[in-house]
């Protein structure tokens, strides 16, 4: 046998055992966290992983929401238009937010609780010497979309990431206003995604309310809002407060918590000629699902 073909065959041996060995392993896991089972066998990673290492950026987080193959990656995801060059997008994006470039948006690193309401709703005609009500259709619609997602920051990279966040989320909320160049605009459209195209499909929708809780009983890290790499190359004296990082000489105070929650309120909108032109009939096909609507 030709020494390649050899090399071969003992390769093909390796993988395959290498895959009965994850799982077996999956199942283990399975039998004694349930619950870590299920999501390692959706494909949802501890820590929200992305499927192949090679979609790590020096952050320790993806590229891009869709890694190698966008349908293979379902992690939730909440950005702005493509198109809309802002915030991130922006070539002055700042300090701040720069992290969030690589990911070209929110990543949620773990598998966050997503709340979805759906109403229809109907009015009741008010009649007398009835013993029923009588009730007419008003309309249908789909409500606030609320999001519950730990964060945890073990090293200055991930503070870094997280405090991103945290300012995209504050400043999603606000208008342009004053010397902006869209002054009198409203806050920015935001595009949610996740768990594939057939459930949140680039969700076009608006933020209506943003919470970080900063806890007492977790230990704090410092986040650099500067380039890390650089910064090393700047400490401050030893002996300063926050000393492991330096701008300019001036040492940097802001301090993340290693694990933290953050809760967002998104409200779907949808344009009134999108809807003039919606179709409940091909939607249940199944047709409108890649043109955002849920």
Avoid at 19 to 38: F, H, N, Y
């Amino acid at each position: 046998m030709p020494v390649i073909n050899l090399f071969n065959s003992v390769m093909q041996g390796a993988n395959s055992a290498v895959t009965s060995l994850t799982s077996v392993a999956s199942s283990a896991i399975g039998i004694v966290d349930p619950k870590m089972g299920r999501l390692l066998a959706s494909g949802l990673n501890p820590g929200g992983r992305a499927n192949s290492a090679k979609s790590l950026s020096k952050f320790n987080m993806p590229v891009s929401f869709g890694g190698l193959k966008e349908n293979q990656d379902w992690r939730v995801k909440i950005s702005v238009g493509e198109g809309s060059g802002l915030f991130y997008l922006n070539n002055d994006v700042g300090d701040v937010l720069a992290p969030l470039k690589a990911t070209k948006g929110v990543i949620f690193p773990y598998t966050p609780k997503i709340d979805t309401v759906y109403q229809s709703n109907y009015q009741d005609t008010d009649i007398t010497h009835t013993n029923y009500s009588f009730y007419s259709y008003n309309k249908s619609a789909v409500s606030s979309i609320t999001i519950s997602a730990d964060f945890t920051a073990q090293t200055p990279e991930e503070a870094q990431y997280v405090l991103a966040v945290i300012h995209f989320f504050r400043t999603a909320g606000k208008m342009f206003t004053g010397q902006d160049k869209l002054a009198g605009n409203p806050p920015p459209l935001l595009f949610l995604d996740g768990y594939g195209q057939y459930y949140f499909p680039h969700v076009p929708c608006v933020l209506t309310q943003f919470s970080h809780s900063m806890p007492e009983d977790v230990d704090y890290i410092s986040a650099p809002v500067v380039n890390i790499e650089q910064a090393k190359k700047r400490p401050v004296p030893p002996g300063e407060p926050d000393s492991e990082f330096s701008a300019g000489g001036s040492s940097v105070r802001t301090k993340i918590p290693t694990v933290s929650t953050m809760s967002i309120v998104l409200q779907p909108v949808y344009s009134r000629r999108r809807v003039s032109e919606f179709s409940t009939e091909k939607f249940a096909r199944g047709e409108y699902l890649n043109k955002g609507y849920i």
